[in-house]
């Protein structure tokens, strides 16, 4: 019996010790976060101390970027060059970023980098998996997903507070203020338990934006967020779950809280539990814009809608039942309008 404690303990011991050894230590080991990125072995963990690094990371491998001491005590700043994190992978890799204040990055349309105008704070492309938690990300200037860029990626965004990341003037019409999710990857992602608030932008979605991809959005307080469509969430020809967030205070032309458009009979999603203050629109949908192709491609249901404003909380551009589970109050107007008409609670 005591042999096989022994062993066990060897095993444990040798699992414990390979893993410390895949660690590499900034600034102990190397004086610089891309250094240590560049000289470690793909799927290690780079461990960073606290303190402030003026540094542009590019990663190309399968890696862990965690701080030692967290997000309060460890910063990456870009200096306005570039994008403070750019991860490009081959469609196997394996991201994940963790533990940092992120700021003053930089990627605009005339950046000379690749993706140009994708993510001022991190943009990640092309990755298996990319799991972004528990980092500030504020005031980095972009063009699309101003705060956070995934392209082609399945991510999870988790516990992150994500604001104040200004959309540059030469952007025009760009989308997605906080985050942004392109294109999805082979699992639905994930955008969960975040803070997303603060941002300004001139297209669609300025605290999230969702084109083409299976996104599930849950649990995140969003507000203060302004945008052409979409103050809050725009969800566009996407599948997904909605649920269990907060939106308060965002503005829009159309769909101050959330712009919704899975018109595409293969897209399906499901708007649940949600609560919407005091979000506004100047055109339509104070609260939620809809164009859908069909009733059951939108499962809207247990929401809870309030505001005070002349401008309907629900706008159906198409026709559209809204669900009586749905508690929609406006003390100074409509709650649907359009071709929004009311249906049975289930």
Not at 26 to 31: A, G, H, R, W
Not at 102 to 111: D, M, Q, R
Not at 303 to 330: H, K, P, Q, W, Y
């Amino acid at each position: 019996m005591l042999g096989v404690r022994s062993f066990l303990a060897a095993a444990v011991f040798a699992s414990t010790t390979a893993s410390w050894a895949a660690d590499v230590r900034v600034p102990q080991d190397y004086s610089t976060i891309q250094g240590a990125i560049d000289a470690a072995p793909a799927g290690a963990r780079i461990v960073v101390a606290r303190g402030t690094y003026y540094e542009n990371l590019v990663i190309r491998k399968s890696i862990t970027l965690m701080s030692r001491s967290g997000a309060q005590a460890t910063t990456l700043d870009g200096g306005r060059i570039g994008p403070v994190i750019f991860a490009r992978g081959t469609g196997s890799e394996s991201v994940e970023i963790s533990g940092f204040t992120i700021v003053s990055g930089l990627n605009l349309f005339t950046t000379n980098v690749p993706s140009a105008g994708s993510g001022g704070g991190i943009h990640v492309e092309a990755l298996a998996a990319a799991t972004i938690s528990d980092n500030i990300i504020r005031d980095n200037v972009g063009c699309f997903g101003v705060g956070i860029s995934a392209l082609d990626s399945t991510v999870r965004v988790e516990r992150n507070e994500i604001r104040d990341n200004p959309q540059d003037s030469s952007c025009n019409s760009a989308d997605g203020g906080g985050i942004m999710v392109r294109g999805g990857g082979s699992e639905p992602s994930l955008i969960a338990a975040n803070l997303i608030a603060g941002h300004v932008i001139r297209g669609y979605g300025a605290g999230i934006k969702i084109q083409r991809a299976n996104t599930v959005i849950r649990d995140n307080v969003i507000r203060d967020n302004v945008a052409n469509a979409g103050g809050g969430i725009a969800f566009d020809v996407s599948s997904g779950v909605v649920s269990d967030n907060l939106l308060i205070g965002n503005s829009a032309e159309i769909g101050g809280g959330m712009w919704l458009t899975p018109t595409d009979n293969g897209n399906h999603l499901a708007v649940t539990s949600n609560t919407l203050l005091d979000n506004r629109a100047t055109l339509g949908g104070s609260s939620i814009d809809l164009v859908v192709a069909a009733d059951d491609v939108l499962r809207m249901r247990g929401n809870a809608i309030s505001g005070d404003t002349e401008i309907e909380l629900i706008r159906c551009e198409t026709v559209f039942t809204v669900s009586r589970s749905n508690i929609l109050s406006n003390s100074s107007g409509p709650t649907i309008g359009d071709t929004c008409s009311f249906g049975l609670i289930f």
